[in-house]
């Protein structure tokens, strides 16, 4: 932060578990912090009452019916200014005014607005993973060439970017041996796997340990969240695959761990609650109130570990197969999973039916580089279409 004035920051997917918390670790802290620019899908009553309270400079809404009706309910009320589409959302999250950004947006949806904070040099608060699998060589081509800040809010890369000296010339140069992904497994660790198939949305949803978006906790209960993770850190890390390791530890106290050559393992802990790894990001080198009660150790008891289950879970040997071949892989099976996970929350395709529709998609795509945003696109539309074609068939 520049001397005393507040950091103006852009929330975008404000409407959403992490854009909520976001916002009540900023609303702690008004002389720190103030909202610049706040965005939603489709929420637009929800996206009116958070301009009512915080009174941004912009709102943006996806679509123009979204954007006239947020006009509408804001009328006299408040002098935000209201933006729509992609446009809007790539200007609140690049123009000079704005010094951070949080990327809470899910899904691909993200990734131009995500990109182009990170070309204009922004700090960016990265909570969309999907942004960062789907286009890893082009954001870290960008952030070399801009300088921007990523600061990762995903609680297991928070907790290793914690656990790692900062800055952080390289994992071996650091003394790093392995960093130690955790996950809780979900809320199909136990269940039996010949019921799997019979799983519903609302029961898939009912995450033990985290409150979330439906998109991450299918993500959480197929551990496709734990394979997009799993690239996530190699990009952010700059680690090779065969430097993490996935670890099941379902109480979820642990985010996750760094082994070090010397013998030392170092752990992040504190209680499931994201706006630890938000306030963190935001202040970060400095520590702020985040409004998350300290972790009681005697209460907690005990701390489990174990090892992932493959047969169980074929998302983890999916998301490290795509990373392994590289070059469009992951950008495929982000897009293949999407559509998956779409429609598995519709009804139209079974709980295990998720990673086969995505491995017969990654199966068939062609594996290319990623020369650039339009390849991306090009790449994760493809896939797509690839994948309603799987999903139709299965
Ligand atoms: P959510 O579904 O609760 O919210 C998503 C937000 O994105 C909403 O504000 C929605 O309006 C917006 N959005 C959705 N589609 C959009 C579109 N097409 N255009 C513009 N905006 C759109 O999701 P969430 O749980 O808050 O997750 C957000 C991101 O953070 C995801 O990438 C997720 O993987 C990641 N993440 C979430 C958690 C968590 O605890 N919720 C933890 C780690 C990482
Ligand atoms: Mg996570």
């Known amino acids: ?38 965005t939603a899908n489709e929420r637009v009553a929800e996206l009116a009452q958070q301009c009512r309270r915080f009174n941004p400079r912009y709102a943006v809404v996806a679509s123009e019916a979204g954007a006239k009706e947020l006009r509408e309910l804001l009328a006299g009320e408040v002098s935000t200014e209201i933006l729509q589409g992609v446009e809007g959302l790539c200007h609140v999250a690049s123009t000079d005014e704005v010094g951070a950004v949080m990327a809470a947006i899910v899904g691909a949806a993200g990734l131009r607005p995500t990109l182009a904070a990170v070309e204009a040099g922004k700090k960016i608060l990265l909570a969309n993973k999907e942004a960062l699998v789907m286009a890893g060589p082009l954001f870290l081509r960008a952030l070399r060439v801009s300088g921007a800040q990523l600061l ?35 809320p199909f660790r136990t269940r039996e796997t010949g019921d799997l198939h019979k799983v519903t949305p609302d029961e898939a949803c009912a995450h033990p340990n985290w409150s979330m978006g439906r998109k991450i906790s299918v993500d959480s209960a197929t551990m496709m969240n734990k394979g997009l993770e799993f690239i996530e850190a190699c990009y952010l890390f700059n680690a090779r695959p065969e430097q993490i390791e996935v670890v099941v530890h379902p109480q979820s106290i642990i985010h996750s761990m760094v082994q070090y050559r010397d013998g030392s393992l170092l752990a992040q802990m504190g209680n499931p609650d994201m706006r630890t790894p938000i306030a963190h990001a935001l202040a970060f080198p400095s520590r702020i109130d985040a409004g998350v009660p300290a972790l009681d150790l005697i209460a907690q008891g005990r701390l489990d570990f174990e090892a992932p289950d493959h047969q169980r879970f074929p998302c983890l040997r999916l998301a490290r197969e795509a990373i392994d071949v590289g070059g469009s892989a992951p950008t495929v ?16 395709l079974a709980f295990t039916s998720i990673a086969a529709a995505i491995e017969k998609v990654m199966n068939s795509a062609p594996t290319v580089e990623l020369t650039g945003l339009e390849a991306v696109e090009a790449i994760d539309l493809n896939a797509r279409e690839l994948a309603q074609q799987a999903v139709g068939a299965l």
């Open 1 to 38: 932060m520049q001397g005393n004035s507040p950091q103006a920051v852009t929330v975008l997917g404000s409407t959403g578990s992490i854009g909520v918390s976001t916002l009540d670790v900023l609303a702690r802290h008004p002389q720190k912090y103030t909202v610049f620019a706040l």
């Open 333 to 348: 099976l982000n897009a293949a999973n999407e559509i998956a996970v779409e429609a598995f929350l519709q009804g139209r």
């Open 152 to 186: 990762p809010i995903d609680s297991e890369h928070n907790a290793i970017f914690q656990c790692l000296p900062y800055p952080c010339g390289g994992l071996e140069e650091v003394g790093v041996e392995r960093i130690l992904l955790t996950g809780s497994g979900g």
